[in-house]
């Protein structure tokens, strides 16, 4: 088997790649053939080391690939953001859950419903939230207080739904 670069009987530098033909089979091909002289030799050595290197970490990534996580990734058709992030169209409002998200936003304020855009709509952090809208006041705006914003969002929304508001994990740094 030939490796991924090698030198010729001829002292040339022959760089090649694997290529999928048109036939479905994987060929060798040559991608440049350069002389072996002093000027290029770190360049060459570079180059081999690099190869060496990709060859390394794709052995290791098929000794430690999951097979059963594959398995499942192949059996998924679709593309999960196509149906996730899908937006609601008027004839979809019949469903029972979607009208009642949508009237649970109704009853909150226009600072609420902002925050509740941005957070999960345009999938920010509350820290980059938090950013911005200081730029755009000029207020100084601590973290607690925006955590506190979407705490009462959320304490809200239990409340609505009739639902226990899951307890948050705090985890001691350190």
Not at 19 to 30: A, D, H, S, T, Y
Not at 76 to 102: C, H, R, W
Request: proline fraction near 3%; glycine fraction near 4%.
């Amino acid at each position: 088997m030939k490796k991924d670069s090698y030198l010729d009987e001829s002292g040339n530098y022959v760089y090649t790649r694997m290529v999928l033909n048109q036939n479905g089979k994987w060929e060798r091909q040559i991608i440049d053939i350069v002389p072996f002289t002093a000027e290029n030799k770190e360049c060459i050595i570079v180059l081999t080391e690099n190869d060496h290197d990709v060859a390394l970490s794709e052995r290791y990534d098929t000794e430690n690939e999951d097979y059963e996580f594959l398995a499942k990734k192949k059996a998924d058709y679709g593309d999960p953001f196509d149906t996730i992030a899908a937006p609601v169209s008027k004839e979809e409002t019949g469903n029972s859950m979607v009208e009642q998200i949508l009237a649970f936003i109704e009853t909150l304020t226009p600072s609420q419903k902002d925050l509740v855009y941005e957070h999960l709509g345009a999938r920010k952090q509350l820290e980059e939230i938090r950013r911005e809208e200081e730029e755009r006041t000029g207020k100084k705006i601590t973290k607690q207080a925006m955590h506190n914003r979407w705490n009462k969002i959320i304490t809200k929304a239990c409340k609505y739904f009739g639902v226990e508001k899951p307890k948050q994990i705090h985890r001691k740094k350190g």
